[in-house]
């Protein structure tokens, strides 16, 4: 099957749609400056690839300082260390022998660790290591407050104790992750519950040290987090993903990084002089968080998305200028979940394609 991919200095008008556009300098630029802030603060940053799904990417945020990439799923690791990458987290649980056996075969030639919050999964962890002969790191998952995975903040010590004597296994530390403040628009109220939710991740942490066993990671926090877990003294690293691009509704929250990242769609119809019709759909931006904001022409609006299809309002002359092929730049308001509909970032400098970026992460949610 071909791409049929657009030439390196394709002008950005010019580009095949509906694809998603990254402005390279800006997601450059949020890069260092996340990398900066964590040298400042002392700690290390560990990108989380949910959001990128790209080996370039993470090769860049490498290049810039991080430590190594988290994962959130096997076929996500599978993709960075086949890629190059030679240090994985997944801090999400793995369940059942097929996947631990990937998992285990991929800690052969790179440092993989995961977190685990049962004793059976370290049990069976330990197993697979042991039989394929190779050394699996593990972390534990506490439950900070987001109430979807993890112990409770007494409850890692048996557990701790449990992986540090388990052979194939190197007990390596702690993770919390603070999901439920990261979108809080409110700062006050966000720095609050994200130190709160730190201060039960470090209370395990010295729950833990004082039995005995030593705790070299103790990972946290989102791109909304990032300069408040960062600071807590006891964090070790940061494990922000969105901060790269951004999106619409992270926005919302701060501007303390740009927004990198649209979908270019072209106006297919022009029935109604109020309304453009777009070949861009649900096939092609998420609205899990709602709908887009249109960024070009600045006064339209989207109305309503259907599978291959956006009706997009013109509300003035200026957008209702609007043409059979004129290009439509949209914001989503969820980066992620847009970017794992595309096989492809089409990298923009100066307003002209340099590069078709490779996302073969998409997809990989086993």
Not at 54 to 68: D, L, T
Not at 93 to 117: C, F, P, Y
Not at 240 to 264: K, Q, R, T
Request: hydrophobic share 40%; with cysteine; proline share 4%.
């Amino acid at each position: 099957m071909t791409d049929y991919l657009p030439l390196p200095g394709t002008p950005i008008e010019e580009l095949d749609t509906p694809c998603i556009i990254v402005e390279l300098d800006v997601a450059e630029r949020n890069i260092a400056k996340l990398q900066s802030a964590a040298n400042e603060m002392g700690v290390d940053v560990r990108p989380h690839s949910k959001t990128n799904k790209s080996p370039y990417w993470v090769r860049k945020q490498i290049e810039a300082g991080a430590i190594g990439v988290c994962c959130a799923k096997v076929g996500e690791a599978e993709v960075m260390v086949e890629a190059g990458v030679s240090d994985v987290m997944i801090p999400n649980q793995v369940i059942g022998k097929n996947k631990i056996a990937r998992l285990v075969a991929l800690a052969r030639s790179a440092n993989i660790i995961v977190a685990v919050e049962d004793s059976r999964n370290v049990d069976d962890l330990s197993d697979a290591s042991v039989a394929a002969g190779a050394e699996l790191g593990v972390i534990i998952e506490v439950n900070v407050g987001m109430n979807r995975c993890g112990v409770d903040g007494n409850g890692a010590v048996e557990l701790a104790k449990q992986i540090d004597a388990a052979p194939g296994l190197r007990f390596d530390g702690l993770m919390g992750y603070e999901g439920h403040t990261v979108a809080e628009r409110d700062y006050e109220v966000r720095k609050t519950e994200a130190e709160k939710a730190m201060g039960i991740l470090i209370g395990a942490a010295d729950q833990i040290r004082g039995s005995g066993i030593d705790i070299e990671i103790v990972s946290a926090a989102g791109t909304g987090t990032y300069n408040i877990s960062g600071r807590v003294p006891g964090v070790t690293e940061l494990q922000c993903g969105s901060y790269i691009f951004m999106d619409g509704d992270y926005l919302e929250v701060f501007n303390d990084f740009e927004p990198a990242l649209s979908v270019l769609s072209t106006v297919i119809s022009r029935q109604k002089e109020d309304v453009a019709i777009v070949d861009m759909g649900l096939k092609s931006i998420s609205m899990d968080r709602g709908l887009a904001e249109v960024i070009s022409p600045a006064s339209a609006s989207i109305i309503k998305h259907s599978e291959e299809h956006t009706q997009v309002s013109l509300p003035d002359a200026a957008s209702r200028a609007l043409k059979i092929g004129d290009k439509v730049q949209s914001r989503p308001t969820h980066g992620d979940t847009t970017i794992n509909l595309h096989e492809y970032y089409f990298g923009v400098r100066n307003g002209k394609l340099e590069q078709a970026i490779p996302i073969p992460g998409r997809g990989k949610f086993r």
